[in-house]
């Protein structure tokens, strides 16, 4: 058996393999390090049972009344294309395998008061609303705006470039925070973001309520399979996979009325085999905690994001969307 690095899928040919080695181990002591020390970039919380408690079943919504959505800004909003039979968000015709897209995807995890995100948060991940008004305030001073991960997705499906200073905000782990603290400047601004949300807690305490979920969805917010029970995806058989990907897709689509077309790997961890099952249920595109600006049409299950730290000022944040290949 060859040992795939969780963090990224690469090919694993004999030439490769030696060539990566030494590398791979240090990035693999790197990330163990990380997730005893409970540091690690990207999805930290613990991870709870996989059988979601009884309040996770959704509540329907009114039949006729589906979930509208709306565009930050016109100019830089994906056009949707249609989707192929049964595969949610991809096109019929493909792209060229290397087309490829700068979009700076922005990634958080907690915005809300230390003195409330204590509560369930660590201090690493958790940013205070001021702070990201303020990180807002200056994106949208240098002409940055926003569009969903699901928009990035149609671009690069159908091949076609955005509008220049076109960025993500992704949201990690359904925090009832994304709510409360984030929804408001985000709509301050005009932006949207896409939430990616761990559809068993949904209804927990300190998690989005499904009520929540409709209102970030009614307010143009992309709502993302971030699995069922947000446990490492590579650690588990592939039938606990499926399950993971699947029955959080199934609540999710029950609630919204509609299935999520992206997804984020529970702490950036996948191999070719998770991978393979996250290509099978149709997203047309899934997240990584990958570092990078780049998204590849070959790649689109494998997107880089950019961690924004809980002390980042603006002028960091800024920096970080510079050209970084």
């Not at 990035?27 to 005893?36: G, I």
């Not at 049972?49 to 100019?75: F, I, K, M, Q, Y």
């Not at 989005?208 to 058989?237: C, D, F, K, Y």
């Not at 996979?241 to 299935?259: E, K, P, Y």
Request: charged share 15%; aromatic share 6%; hydrophobic share 45%.
């Amino acid at each position: 058996m060859v040992w795939r690095h969780p963090l990224r899928r690469s090919e694993h040919t004999p030439s490769a393999c030696g060539a990566r080695s030494l590398r791979r181990r240090a990035r693999w002591r790197a990330l163990a390090w990380m997730l005893a020390a409970g540091s690690v970039g990207g999805c930290v919380s613990s991870i709870p049972a996989a059988t979601p408690p009884p309040s996770a079943t959704p509540p329907a919504l009114p039949s006729g009344n589906p979930v509208p959505t709306r565009s930050a800004d016109p100019s830089v909003a994906a056009t949707p294309v249609a989707p192929a039979a049964g595969t949610p968000g991809l096109p019929v015709a493909s792209p060229s395998p290397g087309f490829s897209l700068r979009v700076p995807i922005l990634t958080y995890h907690v915005i809300a008061p230390w003195a409330v995100a204590r509560a369930y948060a660590l201090p690493a991940l958790a940013v205070d609303p001021a702070l990201f008004d303020a990180q807002l305030a200056a994106l949208r001073a240098a002409d940055w705006r926003t569009i969903t991960t699901r928009e990035l997705a149609n671009a690069l499906a159908s091949g076609r470039e955005v509008a220049p200073r076109t960025f993500v905000i992704t949201i990690d782990d359904g925090h009832a925070d994304g709510a409360t603290y984030a929804l408001p400047v985000l709509r301050k601004y005009g932006d949207v973001a896409t939430f990616y949300v761990v559809a068993g807690r949904i209804g927990n305490p300190h998690n989005l309520t499904w009520a929540q979920v409709a209102e970030l969805a009614a307010e143009g917010m992309e709502i993302g399979n971030h699995t069922l029970g947000h446990q490492v995806l590579s650690r588990l058989p592939g039938a606990e996979v499926r399950t993971q990907v699947d029955s959080a897709q199934a609540l999710l689509t029950s609630a919204l009325g509609s299935a999520p077309t992206t997804f984020a790997y529970p702490f950036g961890a996948f191999d070719a085999g998770v991978e393979s099952i996250v290509r099978q249920a149709g997203f047309s595109m899934a997240v990584t905690t990958e570092a990078g600006s780049r998204e590849r049409w070959d790649r689109r299950l494998e997107a880089p994001r950019i961690e924004v730290g809980a002390s980042f000022s603006p002028a960091e944040v800024l920096a970080k969307m510079t050209p970084s290949g």
